[in-house]
């Protein structure tokens, strides 16, 4: 299931991701301190300001296996989709570039536990 949805979201969007890069790092932390701070925390710990109003609570980058894959390509298409049940929501107003800045951000935050 989570590979269609995966391969459905890929089709739509760039498919491949770019290269990572300084810069592309430095994009995915911006967009994550304006879109992701709020619920996952400064160091993608789960712990952000509306957190403790969540349930289940966010996810913890750095503990936590992620719902939907760890791959940069899944947790581009997470972005996409959000994760049912919980408060993770989609974000079609990010643009694929955004998406993709995200995506490798977060892995960086997990790389850094």
Same mark, same amino acid.
């Given at each position: #299931?989570?590979?269609?949805? *995966?391969?459905?979201?890929? @089709?739509?969007?760039? @498919?491949?991701?770019? /290269? $990572? %890069?300084?810069?592309?790092?430095?994009?995915? /932390?911006?967009? !994550?301190? %304006?879109?992701?701070? @709020?619920?996952?925390?400064?160091?993608?710990?789960?712990?952000?300001?509306?957190?403790? %109003?969540? /349930?289940?609570?966010? $996810?913890?980058?750095? &503990?936590?296996?992620?719902?939907?894959?760890?791959?940069?390509?899944?947790? !581009?298409? &997470?972005?996409? %989709?959000?994760?049912?049940? &919980?408060? #993770?929501? /989609?974000?079609?107003?990010?643009?694929?570039?955004?998406?993709?800045?995200? @995506?490798? !951000?977060? *892995?960086?935050?997990?790389?850094?536990?």
């Amino acid at each position: #299931m989570i590979q269609l949805v *995966l391969v459905a979201l890929l @089709a739509a969007g760039s @498919a491949r991701p770019p /290269k $990572r %890069t300084a810069r592309l790092l430095e994009r995915g /932390k911006s967009v !994550y301190e %304006t879109h992701c701070i @709020a619920c996952h925390g400064e160091r993608g710990e789960g712990d952000g300001v509306v957190a403790p %109003t969540l /349930k289940p609570k966010p $996810r913890n980058f750095r &503990t936590q296996e992620f719902a939907q894959g760890s791959s940069v390509g899944q947790i !581009y298409a &997470t972005l996409g %989709t959000g994760v049912p049940g &919980t408060g #993770m929501a /989609k974000f079609p107003q990010l643009s694929d570039d955004e998406r993709w800045a995200v @995506a490798f !951000y977060v *892995l960086r935050l997990r790389s850094a536990r």
